[in-house]
């Protein structure tokens, strides 16, 4: 049996998928036995070619199926073997030397099922020679978290136990398994030191998380509300993750206080409400000294609040029942 699987998910990431390969390869170069398993959702470009040239195994979801990056883990861990599972995304690239000492805590800390590190986010043109190095750390500092993220390495035995990725969430598939890890008795640990340099878009435009929203990034948090209901889980997971539903109380109070100036002609509800989102905006602009960022953060609330309702109206499906039909490439 391998020591470590390695399980990497594409969707049209030609650009980076060679560079994410050979990274693995390399920090994987000493193990005695590990596996590269790339699960692509049916990617449209020349991604599967170019990672058939290097020798890991290739599985291809198909188009007509429901193809999200918690299916692309799902399957990947489904049809892996190993004890340890690291989880990369096609975006990313490992960074030197987190692999090893990743590995070594796992063989003196019991309680540990997730490991993940610190993400050196980059602009997805950054060139090989300009990227930063981080050398004052030290890889044997670690801190307790709530969840890893896409970048993070699990003990097999753990998720056996608590169940997998979810393959039918859209998105914050990483916290609700993180949060059924937490609550079988397990940890979920940082190291003080970088995992992967992530190559992407920044977060900060707001044309970057329209896209998100198109591509209905913002589901995952409504549908595991519904997921989590009625368990053990709901009221950490709604807790942590149900900020979501802030603008949505918000908007519903605007909307009764408006229905109450049109149908009984008292407008102080409504104004009341009109000075206290004005408030809001001002005093957001003033801790952030800038209105562009205040407006920003309004924008991207509403767009999660959006998610979430529209999340939460989705039919739970058991991950059980997720798709067996792939095409094996290599």
């Known amino acids: 049996m391998n020591k470590l699987s390695v399980v990497l998910i594409s969707k049209n990431q030609e650009w980076n998928i060679g560079r994410l390969i ?37 599985l291809r979801l198909r188009p007509e199926h429901h193809l999200t990056p918690a299916a692309g883990r799902y399957m990947g861990i489904k049809h892996t073997n190993s004890e340890l599972i690291l989880c990369l995304d096609g975006d990313m690239e490992l960074y030197p ?15 540990v099922a997730s490991i993940t590190g610190e993400l050196i986010n980059l602009p997805k043109k950054t060139e090989s020679n300009k990227k930063p190095h981080n050398a004052e750390v030290n890889p044997f500092t ?16 753990v998720l056996e136990q608590v169940g997998s990725f979810n393959p039918y969430l859209y998105s914050d598939e990483e916290p609700d398994l993180c949060i059924r890890i937490r609550h079988a008795g397990y940890r979920i640990i940082q190291l003080n030191y970088p995992i992967v340099y992530h190559y992407s878009d920044p977060d900060n435009k707001l044309t970057t998380q329209i896209n998100r929203w198109r591509r209905d ?5 409504g549908q595991n509300i519904r997921y989590h209901l009625g368990k053990d889980t709901f009221w950490t997971y709604f807790r942590e993750r149900g900020y979501g539903l802030i603008p949505i109380l918000g908007m519903l109070a605007g909307v009764i206080s408006l229905l109450i100036f049109l149908l009984k002609e008292q407008f102080i509800w409504f104004a009341a409400w009109l000075v206290l989102m004005t408030l809001i905006i001002t005093v957001d602009t003033i801790r952030k000294r800038c209105l562009y960022r205040a407006i920003f953060s309004l924008l991207l609330r509403l767009l999660i609040a959006d998610g979430t309702v529209r999340g939460f109206l989705l039919k739970p499906l058991n991950p059980d029942s997720y798709p067996e039909e792939f095409d094996r490439i290599k």
Do not use: C, Q
Not at 22 to 50: C, G, M, P
Not at 142 to 157: C, D, N
């Open 22 to 58: 050979e990274s693995i390869l390399l920090e994987t170069s000493s193990l005695e036995a590990s596996e590269i398993v790339l699960v692509d959702s049916a990617s449209s470009d020349n991604t599967v070619d170019v990672a058939s040239h290097y020798p890991i195994k290739i």
């Open 97 to 111: 030397g987190w692999l090893a000492n990743a590995i070594d805590i796992f063989k003196t800390v019991s309680d």
């Open 142 to 157: 670690m801190v307790e978290i709530p969840y890893s993220g896409g970048a993070a390495i699990f003990r097999r035995s």
């Open 217 to 221: 990034l913002f589901l995952g948090a």
